[in-house]
């Protein structure tokens, strides 16, 4: 008769717990055999936990020995091989063995572990039908370390929608729970196109978090800021610099890589530079977040020099190092040098080639008017080239006046997009820069054929502290009535300074006064002139913007900076433009 379980601090099993070698764990195996403490179920769960991060293979040839075993060894096993991914497939072999056995189902320690390994590929495809067998087996099937290991699982594969109802059937959720949901909702906040009310929600459930007394640790905090510099909103990812300050958490390179990001999204390029140049240890993350800042705010030098201090100090660069390099040259000009380091990716720093870099080069060839060269790139490329690169041919087109190549590029995206409202816009901006109405017309009927609506423009302005939402044309402001005043007031002394509204941008062919108005009551006049009557005469106005900035509403600002004596910095969907006393940073090359 077998004596009671042996505990932790039996002197076999404390020598097991310091193997390291192969043969030291044989050595401690054969003495378990011989005495006997191999028939007991705790010392035989250490002996398989411990070999199999040592030799799988040798903690394989002890499973397999074991007459009957039980779902505890069986779990032990699948958890530690789940661990590891190049042992991921013998984890699911054995769970294919309890689902096959006759008297054996798995129990609540056996999912946690195979929902993370289904977390990333390949077996990310295998989630869905283990989380019918928590549904099969399970009674209840609401086990809240499974529900855990579920909301995880979906959050990695950008499911907010079964996230947030896992999340929701949690009674108490812990911080790893918490964690998952803030970080599911972060990812997702810009997957097809900036939706705010993903990062909204985010700032809203970290109140939650804070009122639920879980305390946060620095994975909360990265997703709280990664949200704040989605929507612009720097108050609030001040305030998150400073909780990670006051409650004594780390300043680790992801904490600090996400403020990095976030002061530069968020219009504060000094700041972020500041941050970067204290940081103790910068990686390779730590820089393309500070390239990536000075691109996006045209500073295309500064980053091409951060570039190069970055290769100098013998930090290998990746695939986005390379991408924000080159955006940085694109935004100002700087041809020769981002053809440079496209040319240098494969030769120099060994990365493949992909089509966001391939997006990079069109991007840069057509902002400077060599369409013909950038069209061959396109037809040249080793791939199948996507939509984006179609549409920043397009883009380049319509700017440099080219119906020929502009023409070309919309039937590509036609195909490749039916329903992306964008691609409609552009082309008909394209064909209203040449007043061509009749084609703008037939642009228009095709998007109601096909059931396309255009989206609408969106702006997030920070005020004290709130954000506040504007859309084109929008009246819901509980300060609308200020605010229509306001505009009108804006437009006379924009006409007194000899403004005149660039109306080829509406894509109507209606009387020039009409035109006017639509211009006027674009999202972002909407939220400089609620700016102007709320915020103090001092501040610099902070505009988020879902679009690319139009050509009136750019020249406007320009004026509108001079006239009231305000800063006026707005991100767009590709760039941030500081206008101050009548001119922008951009210096018109955008």
């Given at each position: 008769m077998r004596g009671p379980n042996p505990s932790s601090n039996h002197p076999t099993l404390q020598l097991l717990e310091k193997c390291k070698t192969l043969e030291n764990l044989k050595k401690v195996h054969a003495h378990m055999i011989t005495t006997g403490l191999i028939l007991h179920t705790y010392p035989l769960s250490r002996i398989l936990l411990i070999s199999s991060t040592i030799a799988f293979t040798h903690a394989l040839?002890?499973?397999?020995?074991?007459?009957?075993?039980?779902?505890?060894?069986?779990?032990?096993?699948?958890?530690?091989?789940?661990?590891?991914?190049?042992?991921?497939?013998?984890?699911?072999?054995?769970?294919?063995?309890?689902?096959?056995?006759?008297?054996?189902?798995?129990?609540?320690?056996?999912?946690?572990?195979?929902?993370?390994?289904?977390?990333?590929?390949?077996?990310r495809r295998h989630g869905g039908a283990l989380h019918t067998h928590v549904l099969k087996f399970l009674e209840p099937a609401s086990d809240p370390f499974v529900q855990a290991a579920l909301l995880n699982y979906y959050a990695k594969c950008g499911k907010v929608g079964a996230c947030r109802y896992l999340f929701n059937q949690l009674g108490n959720p812990d911080l790893a729970s918490w964690n998952s949901i803030l970080s599911a909702y972060v990812h997702n906040s810009g997957v097809v196109c900036k939706d705010v009310s993903l990062s909204l929600e985010v700032l809203s459930l970290f109140i939650r978090m804070q009122k639920s007394l879980v305390k946060a640790n620095e994975v909360t905090l990265v997703a709280l800021i990664s949200a704040c510099a989605e929507l612009g909103a720097v108050?609030?990812?001040?305030?998150?610099?400073?909780?990670?300050?006051?409650?004594?958490?780390?300043?680790?390179?992801?904490?600090?890589?996400?403020?990095?990001?976030?002061?530069?999204?968020?219009?504060?390029?000094?700041?972020?530079?500041?941050?970067?140049?204290?940081?103790?240890?910068?990686?390779t993350l730590c820089y393309n977040a500070m390239i990536g800042g000075f691109a996006i705010h045209g500073c295309g030098h500064q980053a091409l020099d951060l570039f190069k201090k970055m290769t100098l100090q013998g930090l290998a660069p990746d695939d986005v190092t390379l991408i924000v390099t080159m955006c940085g040259c694109s935004h100002v000009g700087l041809v020769d040098e981002g053809c440079e380091v496209f040319d240098s990716m494969k030769e120099v720093y060994g990365i493949e080639r992909k089509l966001e870099h391939y997006g990079c080069l069109v991007d840069l060839l057509g902002r400077a008017g060599r369409l013909r060269e950038a069209e061959e790139r396109i037809l040249n490329m080793p791939m199948k080239p996507n939509a984006v690169l179609w549409r920043s041919l397009l883009g380049s087109a319509r700017v440099h006046g080219n119906l020929e190549i502009g023409e070309v590029s919309i039937k590509?995206?036609?195909?490749?997009?039916?329903?992306?409202?964008?691609?409609?816009?552009?082309?008909?901006?394209?064909?209203?820069?040449?007043?061509?109405?009749?084609?703008?017309?037939?642009?228009?009927?095709?998007?109601?054929?096909?059931?396309?609506?255009?989206?609408?423009?969106?702006?997030?302005?920070?005020?004290?502290?709130?954000?506040?939402?504007?859309?084109?044309?929008?009246?819901?402001?509980?300060?609308?009535?200020?605010?229509?005043?306001?505009?009108?007031e804006m437009s006379k002394r924009l006409h007194e300074y000899g403004h005149k509204p660039r109306t080829l941008e509406v894509l109507f062919d209606i009387e020039e006064e009409e035109k006017e108005d639509a211009l006027s009551y674009h999202s972002e006049r909407l939220a400089i002139a609620f700016a102007l009557i709320s915020s103090h005469p001092c501040a610099p106005i902070r505009i988020s913007k879902n679009l690319r900035v139009c050509g009136d509403c750019h020249t406007s600002s320009k004026l509108i900076s001079k006239i009231y004596e305000r800063e006026i910095i707005v991100r767009d969907r590709n760039r941030f433009h500081h206008f101050k006393e009548g001119a922008c940073s951009c210096s018109d090359y955008w």
């Open positions: 040839s002890i499973f397999n020995q074991i007459p009957n075993p039980t779902i505890f060894l069986y779990n032990t096993l699948i958890s530690s091989l789940a661990n590891h991914k190049s042992h991921t497939h013998i984890a699911f072999s054995l769970y294919s063995r309890v689902i096959t056995h006759t008297t054996l189902k798995p129990n609540s320690f056996t999912f946690p572990s195979l929902f993370k390994a289904c977390g990333s590929q390949p077996w108050s609030q990812g001040a305030w998150a610099h400073v909780y990670v300050l006051k409650h004594n958490l780390k300043l680790n390179h992801f904490v600090g890589t996400a403020l990095i990001d976030m002061y530069s999204k968020c219009g504060c390029l000094d700041l972020a530079y500041q941050l970067f140049d204290q940081m103790p240890h910068r990686d590509h995206l036609i195909q490749l997009e039916p329903e992306t409202s964008g691609n409609y816009v552009l082309w008909s901006n394209m064909y209203a820069s040449v007043n061509r109405w009749d084609d703008v017309k037939r642009v228009r009927k095709l998007m109601k054929d096909h059931g396309v609506i255009k989206l609408p423009g969106s702006s997030l302005v920070e005020i004290g502290g709130a954000m506040h939402e504007f859309l084109t044309g929008d009246k819901t402001h509980p300060c609308s009535k200020e605010i229509y005043l306001k505009l009108e």
